[in-house]
T-cell receptor, first 115, second 111 residues
């Protein structure tokens, strides 16, 4: 498709399990971000990939969170030993231009529920 | 530390009237500002942006105003339509860094 694709769209897991969320950005977009939105909260930055540069991981809330971007395209966000406070909508975002002067294109999100 | 704040979690207006959504920021290094619109079960979509070298940018029914001295921006929608009902996020960046988003404002336009 032409947009940012995320999977799964919904994930329910038990506390303590690991989850993987996948993102296929728009082809040709060099910048990829992960944000999350918790109930009643704004959009919280998690991690930013730009081309071959080292990712900006400063938004990851704990060492249980990690992300990879293989081949400059698909990205996977992994949450280990999930906790209830990890429940949120995880949004993948891509942008054609470096930095933030360009438009961001959001995926529809992966809703994670940790029981 | 919330660098971008949208103090009104919700706003309700009548169809045809003006909607004004407000956003305040604290980081004086921010030089680019964007508004995103989000419908339920969808990702946010870009609406309009403004660079710090301007104080106004207009696109159809949508106008964004920037007051740098007050560190304040606002989004005006005139005339408001029921289809404008959505959550509106304000976002800001300093060049080359990530966007910082506000908490969002739920706009409801009543027919």
């Amino acid at each position: 498709g032409a947009g940012v694709s995320q999977s799964p769209s919904n994930k329910v897991t038990e506390k303590g399990k690991d989850v993987e969320l996948r993102c296929d950005p728009i082809s040709g977009h060099t910048a990829l971000y992960w944000y999350r939105q918790s109930l009643g909260q704004g959009l919280e930055f998690l991690i930013y990939f730009q081309g071959n540069s080292a990712p900006d991981k400063s938004g990851l809330p704990s060492d249980r969170f990690s992300a990879e971007r293989t081949g400059g395209s698909v990205s996977t966000l992994t949450i280990q030993r999930t906790q209830q406070e990890d429940s949120a909508v995880y949004l993948c975002v891509s942008s054609k231009t470096p930095g933030n002067t360009g438009e961001l294109f959001f995926g529809e999100g992966s809703r994670l529920t940790v029981l | 530390d919330q660098q971008v704040k949208q103090n009104s979690p919700s706003l309700s207006v009548q169809e045809g009237r003006i909607s004004i959504l407000n956003c305040d920021y604290t980081n004086s290094m921010f030089d680019y500002f964007l508004w995103y619109k989000k419908y339920p079960a969808e990702g946010p979509t870009f609406l309009i942006s403004i660079s710090s070298i301007k104080d106004k940018n207009e696109d159809g029914r949508f106008t964004v105003f920037l007051n740098k001295s007050a560190k304040h921006l606002s989004l005006h929608i005139v005339p408001s339509q029921p289809g404008d009902s959505a959550v509106y996020f304000c976002a800001a960046s300093d060049r080359g860094s990530r966007l910082t988003f506000g908490e969002g404002t739920q706009l409801t336009v009543n027919p």
